[in-house]
């Protein structure tokens, strides 16, 4: 697999795994978006949550252990609804990496100055 865009590929993969599901984000109207872009955001709360419950955040706590295998798990589970998001919203894996690009040069442009105020429009070519 190492000759596959990876990242084309897990958006073909969740394409194929939502629409067994009975969600097709090629046809849905805006409210439809507006309840699976909810859906989604809730379904990724859960997941850093249970992420979360994955290392030992409990200072009061001694019992607790580090689970490196189950945070795998729960950040793999965040991509499948992240990725369910992007598509929702009508993005490409083209389009992500883009849009990726342009937030990472804005967000070094942000440390270069600082980053001592925010600057509502300098994400707005994104």
């Known amino acids: 697999m190492e ?17 067994r599901i009975g969600v097709k984000t090629d046809t849905m109207n805006d409210e439809e978006r507006v309840r699976w872009i909810l859906n989604y955001c809730r379904a990724m709360n859960q997941e850093i949550a249970e992420l979360t419950d994955s290392v030992p955040w409990k200072w009061w706590a001694k019992y607790q252990k580090f689970d490196v295998q189950n945070a795998r798990v ?22 992500v990496f883009q849009a990726y690009l342009k937030k990472n040069a804005v967000n070094f442009q942000r440390q270069e100055n600082g980053y ?9 070519h994104i």
């Open 116 to 124: 001592a105020s925010k600057d509502e429009g300098d994400s707005m």
């Open 74 to 95: 729960e950040v793999v589970d965040l991509f499948h609804f992240l990725i369910s998001s992007a598509q929702v919203l009508g993005m490409s894996a083209d389009d």
């Open 3 to 19: 000759n596959v865009d990876q990242l084309r590929e897990m958006f073909r993969m969740q394409k194929s795994l939502n629409e």
